[in-house]
């Protein structure tokens, strides 16, 4: 009978249904643009430059000192590994750079080859050129806006200088041999990386490492209980996780579920107001018949649950509409990305880069949040009508013009 | 008292427009014997259907009491007269008042739907009940497929059916022609006299009152008159 109803007034059902199915379309959409925003984000901030964990000697965070050092990073590295860490020892030092008429503060960042693959995808992430190559000691790569500053390509030569640990003059010619895509926004506007054998040669520094990126070989580990670990392992040394190195990143993304909800509050508020509408007037165009079914046994709980069984398959329309276009849409954006490059060459959130072609995620709570609120949606914009017309008098309803 | 089918007293009821009180019944009492086929005649805005709505349990009185088959309506809750309404009570208004998107089956085995009666046996019933009142063959169609007679047929058929106390028929010929309104008043008739079902028509049709055998006439509000005219 719900159903029947709904074809009475066909242009009406038809409006509402495509009011529905386009605000879930749009949410679903929505949702999984942000899912996969923040899972670029989190990749790319872990991915390429953070890792999940960093150790630092004690202090160097707060004053990050040349001689603040890991005293021996390899035993560091071959614990972490024992315990389910991949790790990578990287060193870290400030000079300025020069090509041409041009120069530029840098920082220098002196990188384990052979490690540093297991814990980011920095290796892989060169825009042109290539990566650090042991053969190649002078060989550099640096970052996408210092290259820009510098007028720096691929085979460029540049000057280098800079302080030794042991207070002399550190200075060199080195080559470009890549240059990097979007890390973030100090490796981008700073980022002179070179090979941890050139770095210590260069700046006088033989042992000991500034800090040690590690990542989770299980990563069904929670991120706190693999933090406790690490800490426990290596109790001379300050830990922390990627939540703790970028609080503001790890708060917007813990926040990410509660605004997402708030956003499909305000949009679907819109869309309650059009299914109010029609469902008010549909009780009051038929609020004689409700007078009928009443007079001729209907309980008031069958009259308020016809009507909300009306707008409930109303929303079981819009739903399987929704899912039917949102997904393959979000599924798509999620293969192929939504090239933003038109808008914008790079974007950053917190210092973390973003790649400008965002990818989308289609999650089950992206495909079942906006379908779930649609339905509680309904069944609250169906309550007053609902209400109205199961508790209204027959005989007043029998009236009704 | 056993064999009140509906028992009134001093029943009136007050209308409220803002301001304006407007009496529609005042003071009315009487009794209604189980198997009688009576009708309640008077001009219009006499009350008439004001007192079959009140009998029907669609509305409730401003003063006075009603029982039916013994039961005080006025302690029953809103569920508790759906219930009466469903099992005890069948309506014949003068609009017909089917419900549009179902067809004249559907709406005839309605009642017995929310009664929860099995479909095997409600389609049974139906089917015969639609036979009886002449429309085998139209069970398919939708009301507004329908002529008033037909539509009419339908409503009796729908009254009838869960096989109710009493039949609470408002002006049920008003909008038939003589021939419809003759075929359905013998209809009626033969119920009464064949299952003892107690019919009460308001009407100021003739033809229903030449068929009554009782005739209450109400006047302002207020019982005029009531009369045996036939006896069983």
Same mark, same amino acid.
């Given at each position: 009978m719900a159903l029947r109803n709904l074809g009475r007034n066909k242009t009406r059902t038809g409006i509402t249904v495509f009011s529905m199915a386009f605000a879930g379309f749009t949410m679903i959409l929505y949702m999984s643009l942000v899912a996969g925003f923040f899972q670029t984000l989190e990749d790319n901030t872990i991915? /390429? +430059? /953070?890792?999940?964990f960093q150790m630092h000697a004690k202090g160097y965070r707060s004053d990050p000192d /040349?001689? *603040? @050092?890991?005293?021996d990073p390899a035993s560091v590295i071959r614990t972490a590994s024992e315990r389910g860490f991949n790790a990578s020892a990287r060193l870290y030092g400030y000079g300025l750079a020069a090509f041409g008429n041009s120069s530029a503060g840098v920082m220098l960042r002196g990188v384990d080859l052979e490690n540093e693959p297991k814990v980011t995808r920095i290796s892989g992430s060169v825009m042109e050129g290539s990566w650090l190559d042991r053969a190649d000691p002078k060989g550099v790569v640096v970052g996408k806006k210092l290259a820009r500053t510098l007028g720096l390509k691929p085979g460029d030569e540049l000057v280098l200088v800079s302080q030794a640990s042991d207070g002399s003059m550190a200075n060199d010619l080195y080559k470009v041999r890549g240059v990097l895509k979007t890390v973030g926004e100090v490796v981008d506007q700073a980022g002179f990386l070179m090979s941890d054998d050139e770095f210590r040669r260069l700046l006088v520094v033989p042992t000991g490492a500034h800090e040690v990126a590690m990542t989770r @070989?299980? *990563? +069904?580990?929670?991120l706190d209980a693999a933090t406790a670990e690490a800490s426990k392992a290596f109790p001379g040394l300050e830990v922390r996780n990627w939540k703790q190195l970028q609080p503001i990143l790890a708060r917007m993304m813990d926040m990410m579920g509660t605004s997402v909800k708030m956003v499909i509050m305000i949009a679907y508020s819109a869309v309650g107001m059009i299914i109010l509408n029609a469902m008010l007037m549909n009780v009051f165009e038929r609020i004689r018949e409700f007078g009928v079914m009443k007079a001729l046994g209907v309980s008031p709980a069958r009259i308020f649950l016809l009507i909300t069984a009306e707008a409930l398959l109303s929303a079981f329309f819009a739903s399987v509409a929704a899912a039917g276009l949102g997904a393959p849409a979000a599924l798509h954006y999620q293969r192929h990305g939504l090239d933003l490059e038109m808008l914008t060459t790079s974007m950053n959130v917190s210092g973390m880069a973003l790649d400008p072609t965002l990818h989308f995620r289609l999650t089950p709570a992206a495909l079942g949040m906006p379908i779930f609120f649609m339905f509680a949606l309904v069944v609250v914009a169906t309550l007053y009508p609902a209400m109205k017309a199961a508790v209204i008098r027959p005989v007043e309803a029998l009236h009704h013009q | 008292m056993d064999e009140d089918m509906i028992r009134l007293e001093s029943v009136s009821k007050v209308y409220r427009e803002g301001r304006i009180e407007v009496p529609a019944l005042s003071d009315v009492s009487l009794k209604i014997n189980k198997g009688e086929f009576a009708a309640v005649s008077g001009? !219009?805005? !006499?009350?008439k259907t004001t007192l079959l709505n009140l009998i029907g349990a669609l509305d409730v009185p401003t003063g006075g009491k009603i029982w039916l088959e013994g039961k =005080? $309506? !006025? #302690? $029953?809750d809103r569920t508790a007269l759906s219930q009466i309404r469903r099992d005890r009570i069948g309506f014949v208004f003068q609009a017909y %008042? $089917?419900? #549009?998107? $179902?067809t004249a089956f559907e709406n005839a085995e309605f009642v017995m739907a929310i009664q929860g009666v099995p479909a095997a046996e409600r389609r049974d019933r139906t089917t015969a009940i639609l036979r009886d009142v002449g429309l085998g063959g139209l069970e398919g169609r939708r009301p507004d497929e329908l002529s008033g007679g037909q539509q009419q047929r339908v409503a009796i058929a729908r009254a009838m059916v869960t096989g109710p106390a009493v039949v609470l028929a408002d002006e049920?010929?008003? %909008?038939? =022609?003589s021939h419809t309104a003759d075929s359905l008043l013998d209809m009626m008739e033969e119920l009464n006299r064949k299952r003892g079902v107690t019919f009460l028509f308001s009407t100021h049709d003739p033809r229903v009152m030449e068929r009554a055998r009782r005739i209450i006439r109400l006047r302002d509000g207020r019982l005029d008159s009531d009369e045996i005219t036939k006896q069983d």
């Open positions: 991915g /390429l +430059d /953070l890792g999940e /040349l001689y *603040k @050092r890991i005293e @070989r299980n *990563k +069904d580990v929670p | 001009p !219009s805005g !006499s009350g =005080d $309506l !006025s #302690a $029953l %008042n $089917l419900i #549009a998107v $179902l049920p010929t008003a %909008n038939l =022609d």
